[in-house]
Structure formats: structure tokens, C-alpha cells
């Protein structure tokens, strides 16, 4: 660590701001060298009730083996303040119960489940995100340590490595619009049963629109996770649907 990274990450342990933890790389690595520098402060996630069970496996795992040794563990923020169950409504339940989807043009969804709860939480003190420095044009009044020093996501992977921790797959919901075809797939393979609970969610959406909009979780609504299965399946590849192009995309606006 250079002076330079060495004076931010003093910065950041003197002001003692939250961290805004996604259970992905960037946040991770983001912990790590604040927490070898000296840092104590509170780790915070805001949690949908519907990442990838990679995510909560991987958090689980880092809170016990590393974040317990250190004498710090992760707040977990669940719900809003007006739904009706004592712990919070998961995000798929909450779209379940009001027949909606999440949409690629209004992320109302990162706003409610992610950044309102974030909000509310930290009460007016400032919070770090894990926002890399490829990614600098993102948020840029945000307070940004990895970027601030010039920390890229592989850099990210190696310093998760160098502490002999597994590297966790990118953060993000299992219903989240922007996900590319490989990742459908790989649920659609892996949990067949969100996968399934996935598509059952897209068709009542469809089933209450009555035809009038073709309300898929595809963004250029081009097919339905119906269709997505069908494909899978038969084998076969759709013209279009791969979604290559979102690859660097990053859905939530929390940046984790």
C-alpha cells in the first residue's frame, strides 16, 4: 500500500463511515483492507431476501471465518417500516403478493430494498460503497475508497486471494432484469426451484396486464423466462438473447 492509499484508508477509519457491504467482490476486497488497516466501523447490507444463494453462502462463510475473528460481523437490513411481517417482506414475496416485476427503466425495487432501508439505518452518517476504480464514472458523489486509490476488480479478486478466501460471485437479485442469458441459465441448472418460482412470478404479471404490455424480466422484451425454459431445454438459442452487452452493467445503484 502506497502513501496515497495509505492516507485514504487512514481517512476512512478516522471519520468511522459505514460500509455498505453487497456480498460481492468489490465490497469485499473494499472490507478486507480496511479492516487490516485498523478500521472497526459497521458493515452494513441491505438484504432483498432474493440474491443468489452463492451470496448468502459466501457472506455466511466470511462473517464466521474472517469477520468474528476480528471482532465485527455484518447488520443485516431487511424490509421496510410499512410491510406487514415482523421480519421484513422479501423483495420476490412482495412481487408475488402485488403481481409486479422488476423493471429495467424504474428501479424502484434498488430504491426500496436497497437504498431507502441503507438510508434509514445510517441516520444521516456518511457510508462507503465498493464501486471500483473501471467503473469511476458511477456515482461519482459517492464516497469511494477503491476508486479514490485506484483499486481495479481484479485487483479486487486478488486481494480477496491473498487472504485465502474463495472469490464471491457478483452480487445482484435472481430476479433481476438485467441478468444476461448465461445467468438465467445457470439458474435455470443450479435452483431449478427459483428459476421455476421465477417464471410463475413473470406469467401472473402477465396473466394481470391482460395482454395489454408484454411484462417480461427480459429489458428488451423480446422473451419470457417461459420461453428462456423452453429454449434450455430443447438446447437451443434464441436470436438475441444472449444479452452480451450488459456485461459490465451494474443494476444496483447501491454499487456493490
Known sequence: MDNQEKRLVNAAIETNHILSYGGGVNSTALIILLVNAGWKGDVVFSDTGCEWPDTYCFMD??????????????????????????????????CELMSVIPMAAVRWCTQRWKVEPLHRWADGRDYMIGISAEEARRQPGAIRPLVDMGIDRDECVEIIQAEGLSVPRKSGCYIC?????????????????????????????QRKTEGRTRATLDPSEKYTLRQRRTAYEQEQTLPGMDMESLRDYQPCVCGL
Open 61 to 94: 462463510f466470511f462473517e464466521t471465518d474472517w469477520l468474528k475473528p476480528r471482532g465485527l460481523e455484518i447488520v443485516r437490513l431487511k424490509g421496510m417500516p410499512w410491510q406487514r411481517y415482523k421480519n421484513g417482506m422479501p423483495l420476490v414475496d412482495y
Open 177 to 205: 432484469p438485467f441478468q444476461r442469458n448465461s445467468q438465467w441459465r445457470e439458474l435455470w441448472e443450479r435452483y431449478p426451484e427459483l428459476f421455476n418460482r421465477t417464471v410463475r412470478l413473470e406469467a401472473s404479471v
